[in-house]
């Protein structure tokens, strides 16, 4: 049984050398994706490791999955066959698979019943290496620790270089007290994309929403309520940075079908504070900071971080999954591909330069070398020549 979870080999890659036979593996990248249409198949389709490795996609959402960790032989999932699958792919069938890699582009923990992180903590159990890393995203499961994590960069840029909205945390609802002023917006638990938040004008509007808070275990955040014109979001892929800017006719800006997204300078500030923000938990490579424009005094507020399940701009979306597949592709290299094994693709232009400039004075020395070699054979010659020409002389002087 042991034997059948080991990864399997596919096919040879032979070097020049007809005595050196290099195997070449296929590695298993699970993308857990929420937004159906988004193609990853299709995005690395094509690409292998520079040591000739193939890369075999399964994409599926977390409803579709069931797993087991094993302590010796990795995590071996199940995945259904999807509702609407994409044409052509192995989401037109059930299988299942030993997972090498994560792409993870969905949140483990939505609305009541989207409750993933049972699945979550088993890739962790695992020990499986991913995009955002599953440590972070079990960090990133609540707005609490997310926030707190804010709280310390605004501790070390300061208040002003980092202007993070106020924020006041009930563990319950018998800690639902004294509040900000008027009008506030309370959050309820992890929720996210405008669930479980609610706009609080007074008193007895908020005494009424203790009442409903009483009935449920969850957390409560309080934030005073932004009369804002837009929002904005900065966006980072790896090395590569993008700013929205969104006008919505709802206080809720996530929500409706009237907003407009607009592209948005990224300015050195805000590039900034998404920097400061991907050194979070042991780094986020996929992110997305939110904030705030006060139609009141003009100032910029930031509100939220979210991870590795950024929603992507429809013009932009090709492009940010190509970005992200390179940050994939290059994590996978450094796991999975010895140095001693890498082909010439996996070299950096730089690496080549420096080739190429080693070979050009190893071969001008080699040049130098058989310039003096020359120069002695011909003195050598010479000399051979001299002698002969004496030895000529004096033949014809004595007779003999």
Not at 375 to 388: D, M, S, T, V, Y
Request: aromatic letters at 8%.
């Amino acid at each position: 049984m042991k034997q059948w979870y080991q990864r399997r080999v596919r096919g040879t890659n032979q070097t020049n050398n007809p005595s050196t036979i290099t195997m070449s593996k296929t590695y298993v990248l699970l993308v857990v994706e929420c937004t159906p249409h988004l193609n990853w198949y299709e995005t690395f389709s094509g690409v292998s490791l520079s040591d000739g490795s193939t890369i075999q996609v399964e994409q599926a959402g977390w409803e579709e999955i069931s797993l087991t960790s094993y302590h010796d032989a990795g995590v071996v999932l199940s995945i259904n066959k999807a509702k609407n699958p994409l044409p052509g792919t192995s989401q037109e069938r059930h299988r299942t698979v030993k997972v090498d890699f994560v792409l993870l582009r969905s949140v483990s923990r939505g609305v009541h019943l989207q409750d993933s992180r049972n699945l979550l903590f088993g890739l962790i159990h695992a020990n499986i290496p991913s995009v955002n890393s599953l440590n972070s995203a079990y960090m990133c499961l609540d707005r609490a620790i997310v926030f707190g994590a804010l709280k310390d960069i605004q501790s070390k840029l300061g208040r002003e270089n980092f202007p993070l909205i106020a924020q006041t945390f009930y563990p319950h609802h018998r800690e639902m007290l004294i509040t900000p002023e008027f009008p506030i917006v309370a959050k309820v638990g992890h929720a996210h994309s405008g669930f479980g938040k609610i706009k609080i004008k007074s008193s007895e509007e908020f005494q009424d929403f203790k009442s409903l808070c009483a009935l449920h275990g969850d957390y409560v955040t309080v934030e005073p309520f932004i009369p804002w014109d837009f929002d904005m979001r900065i966006q980072k892929i790896g090395p590569y940075y993008r700013g929205f800017q969104r006008i919505s006719s709802n206080w809720k800006g996530n929500t409706g079908n009237s907003s407009v997204i607009e592209d948005l300078e990224v300015t050195p500030q805000y590039k900034l504070w998404v920097d400061e923000c991907s050194k979070l938990f042991g780094g986020l490579d996929i992110l997305g900071l939110d904030l705030l424009h006060s139609k009141e005094d003009g100032k910029v507020y930031i509100l939220e971080l979210n991870d590795t399940a950024i929603g992507l701009v429809h013009k932009y979306e090709l492009e940010d999954m190509k970005n992200m597949r390179d940050i994939v592709i290059t994590k996978m290299e450094k796991l999975f591909v010895k140095k001693d094994e890498a082909g010439p693709s996996s070299r950096t232009p730089e690496s080549q330069l420096e080739t190429v400039e080693l070979l050009t004075s190893q071969i001008e020395v080699l040049k130098t070398s058989v310039s003096e070699k020359d120069r002695k054979i011909a003195g050598l010659e010479q000399q051979i020549n001299n002698l002969n020409s004496e030895k000529g002389k004096k033949k014809s002087l004595f007779g003999f």
